[in-house]
């Protein structure tokens, strides 16, 4: 069992930035690879970006490449999301998760989810 947290949503004005940091706690934070999912009103819930267990891989979306950086510090059990230049698009609830694959980039590939955290980015 791995129980996840977000924080740091918010409002925020297009072109400002945003961190969202997801605390885990259960089972061993560094065996697994952890990733970032947002989902708008009426809409599926998308891939945004993932990180290995050793945080040195990383993939991305091509939504927010460029802009997004995601990060985790193991001795703190915490997986970060840095969000810069954001746009009204990219509005939603932010999900962590954890998954025991090694770059993986579908819900499915995940087993554990956090609440999520709002974000609203105003134009």
């Known amino acids: 069992q791995v129980h996840l947290v977000e924080s740091g949503g918010g409002l925020v004005q297009a072109g400002g930035s945003l961190r969202l940091s997801c605390a885990a706690s259960g089972r061993t934070f560094s065996n697994y690879a952890m990733g970032w999912f947002r989902q708008a009103p009426g809409k599926e819930r998308g891939f945004v970006a993932t990180v290995s267990w050793n945080g040195i891989g990383k993939y991305y979306a091509d939504s927010v490449k460029g802009r997004f950086t995601i990060s985790r510090d193991n001795a703190k059990n915490t997986v970060y999301l840095q969000m810069n230049s954001l746009k009204p698009e990219d509005t939603g609830i932010y999900y962590c998760?954890?998954?025991?694959?090694?770059?993986?980039?579908?819900?499915?590939?995940?087993?554990?989810w956090g609440q999520g955290t709002q974000v609203t980015v105003s134009s």
């Open positions: 998760a954890a998954s025991p694959g090694r770059l993986p980039t579908t819900k499915s590939d995940y087993g554990y």
